[in-house]
């Protein structure tokens, strides 16, 4: 039994290994591209549209709902970078139905780099709503000696997207895969249905998690135009 789908190695030469977490994250990457231009191709704005056009515009629509009852600001801007967020950790987590399948937020080195996406997103957003100045200052909040706390809350935030994501997709695995060794008739379809229901509330947590941590370094900036447009 696995742990991490970054043991599975296909390919070796020397120190460069081919994994799991490789192949399967490229796979996703390339399932997704193709997916959306399969769908997005012969895109029509009439009332008759397909069912595929239908679902993608269902799936953007409540991610867009989100977004904005969250951030309280226009979706827009953070549409592109919440809604790929949440199509890949969804799509890598209910592909778990598949056999011979492993999925890559089960491995730390891809949920540590989708918590670093968001911790890059954060001040980059937070930058452009109200400038370098403007965005420093929010770690002097409420007073410059809370600096060193509001960086490292910054960090630990970081950390617990990585592990929560990583904790809970890898544990799903370990318990699956002991019960399938144990009872390998019903356990196993129950945890399975388990696991899909589980993947997509972890991946819609993220991507919650994320919007959270992106508009409140943006609306600070707001607050503090708002204050001083009414003065």
């Not at 790929?84 to 056999?99: E, G, K």
């Not at 011979?100 to 989708?114: E, F, R």
């Not at 592990?163 to 370990?174: C, D, E, H, Q, T």
């Amino acid at each position: 039994m696995n742990i991490s789908p970054d043991t599975v190695i296909y390919w070796q030469s020397g120190f460069f290994k081919l994994n799991a977490t490789i192949v399967f994250t490229w796979l996703i990457m390339a399932l997704l591209v193709g997916g959306s231009w399969l769908i997005t191709r012969r895109l029509s704005t009439d009332t008759h549209m397909s069912r595929w056009q239908n679902r993608l515009e269902a799936v953007i629509e409540m991610i867009q709902g989100q977004i904005e009852e969250i951030s309280r600001q226009p979706p827009g801007r953070y549409l592109p970078f919440i809604g790929t967020l949440f199509l890949f950790i969804v799509v890598s987590n209910i592909l778990t139905i598949v056999p011979w399948y492993h999925p890559p937020t089960g491995s730390l080195s891809t949920t540590t780099a989708l918590a670093l996406c968001v911790f890059v997103a954060v001040p980059v957003y937070g930058i452009a709503q109200g400038g370098v100045v403007g965005y420093l200052k929010n770690y002097l909040q409420p007073t410059p000696f809370m600096l060193p706390f509001n960086v490292i809350g910054e960090l630990s935030r970081t950390l617990a997207l990585a592990v929560r994501l990583f904790g809970n997709i890898m544990s799903g695995s370990i318990i699956g895969a002991i019960l399938l060794s144990v009872t390998p008739l019903f356990f196993p379809v129950v945890m399975q249905a388990l696991g899909l229901i589980t993947g997509v509330i972890q991946a819609y947590i993220f991507a919650i998690l994320a919007t959270i941590y992106i508009a409140s370094a943006t609306r600070a900036h707001q607050g503090e135009e708002s204050g001083r447009s009414d003065g």
